[in-house]
């Protein structure tokens, strides 16, 4: 498990105690991502990217399912965005079941990758500054991720610091 260094201590400090090899290393997730793949083309080992990947979207997509299980009447739903994994999974399966539920995307206005990328009809990176919720500062979404969420979105929510801060 490759790790960017402002990952915060509990995380890799629980990754390892999980069993991971954690190798901290990079500015930002963008930088992780090609020390892995570095690591995986001179080692033989397969790179799983924790957002993009396929089955990664699948497997996200019961997090959509359990809530239209456990929950009745939904109006509108709110997941939060990094890379786009969660909202794309559980956006098409809600969406899939209750075409009239309304699925709100939201992020960190100082990573707003999902936001911009959906003002320009494509991916496009943009820079990540530090932010509270540092597991959603990924400067640039995944591509099966946007593909497979942009139709299913109503709407994006960008939110500041301060707002993050009262959440947590």
Do not use: W
């Not at 990947?53 to 456990?70: D, F, K, R, S, Y």
């Not at 995307?105 to 009809?121: D, I, L, N, P, Q």
């Not at 530090?130 to 942009?150: E, I, M, Q, R």
């Amino acid at each position: 498990v490759v790790m960017q260094i402002i990952a915060p201590l509990m995380k890799v400090n629980l990754c390892r105690q999980y069993g991971g090899n954690v190798i901290v290393k990079g500015q930002d997730i963008g930088e992780s991502k090609r020390h892995a793949l570095k690591i995986g083309k001179e080692t033989g080992m397969f790179y799983v990217n924790g957002y993009d990947h396929p089955h990664i979207l699948a497997g996200q997509g019961t997090m959509g399912l359990e809530i239209v299980e456990q929950v009745s009447d939904i109006d509108a739903v709110v997941i939060p965005i990094g890379g786009g994994g969660l909202i794309a999974g559980s956006a098409l399966a809600i969406k899939s079941l209750y075409p009239s539920v309304k699925v709100i995307g939201v992020e960190s206005e100082r990573c707003a990758g999902f936001t911009e990328s959906m003002k320009a009809g494509k991916v496009v990176p943009v820079p990540a500054q530090s932010t509270l919720a540092d597991g959603l500062a990924v400067p640039t979404v995944g591509v099966n991720a946007f593909a497979t969420a942009k139709n299913y979105i109503d709407q994006m929510v960008t939110v500041g610091e301060e707002f993050i801060a009262l959440a947590i």
